[in-house]
């Protein structure tokens, strides 16, 4: 248990489906991240949220938005993807957004199908 | 962020200590070593992480060279249950945004 839980854990979905991934953290954070592994892939950093204002974004194509309503709460809402868009998708948390050197809390992730 | 170099895989014997060696030449001297971990199936988990003192916590031992060119991560007591993917971090303390950059990692199996 890492205080990230992250829901559904498998979303299998159509390329014309709208689906969203949602994210919560119990570790009173303030940060929080959404991150892509794809197979024999690193990690890519998507999007950093701090204090619930969306402070990177990596270059993500716009069927990925993101909402953070509040500091515990992440979701990553999809629509029209790709098949190169299957993928585990991760959260993580950290107490702190700019700075500091407080390490980062990944949830188990979501592994999402697309057909 | 400064780059940093893994082996690709290692083995270790169960019951031995894993030693994982991490190369980031082109430190500068205000990036901490970051040590996480992904075990199949789960999100990463952090284990350590230093700035220029070796670091023990109750998973790990961290050992940074005197030059922090190199560092290497220790689990005392391999068990088969640490095998897991061991990515090795660099990151400035006042990174904008807390950002992590993950490379390819070391491939840990431990072995009966």
């Known amino acids: 248990e890492t205080g990230v839980t992250q829901t559904p854990r498998h979303l299998v979905m159509g390329m014309t489906n709208k689906k969203s991934l949602k994210c919560e953290q119990h570790?009173?954070?303030?940060?929080m991240y959404w991150y892509k592994q794809s197979a024999k892939k690193p990690l890519e950093l998507m999007f950093v949220?701090?204090?619930?204002?969306?402070?990177e974004n990596n270059s993500v194509p716009s069927r990925f938005s993101p909402e953070c309503p509040n500091s515990s709460h992440l979701f990553l809402h999809l629509h029209t993807l790709q098949p190169e868009d299957s993928a585990l998708y991760l959260c993580?948390?950290?107490?702190?957004?700019?700075?500091?050197?407080?390490?980062?809390?990944f949830g188990d992730g979501t592994r999402l199908s697309i057909l | 962020d400064a780059k940093t170099t893994q082996p690709t895989s290692m083995d270790c014997a169960e019951g031995r200590a894993a030693n994982l060696p991490c190369n980031h030449s082109t430190i500068s001297g205000n990036e901490y070593v970051y040590w996480y971990r992904q075990i199949h199936s789960q999100g990463p988990q952090y284990i350590i992480h230093?700035?220029?003192n070796n670091e023990t916590n109750e998973m790990a031992s961290l050992i940074i060279t005197e030059d922090r060119k190199s560092s290497t991560l220790i689990l005392p007591h391999a068990t088969l249950r640490d095998t897991a993917v061991y990515y090795c971090?660099?990151?400035?303390?006042?990174?904008?945004?807390?950002?992590?950059?993950f490379g390819g990692g070391t491939r840990l199996m431990v072995k009966p």
């Open positions: 993580a948390s950290s107490p702190r957004g700019a700075g500091g050197n407080q390490p980062q809390h």
């Open positions: 949220y701090n204090f619930k204002e969306q402070t």
């Open positions: 570790l009173g954070h303030n940060a």
């Open positions: 971090i660099v990151r400035h303390r006042n990174n904008a945004g807390n950002m992590l950059t």
């Open positions: 230093g700035l220029k």
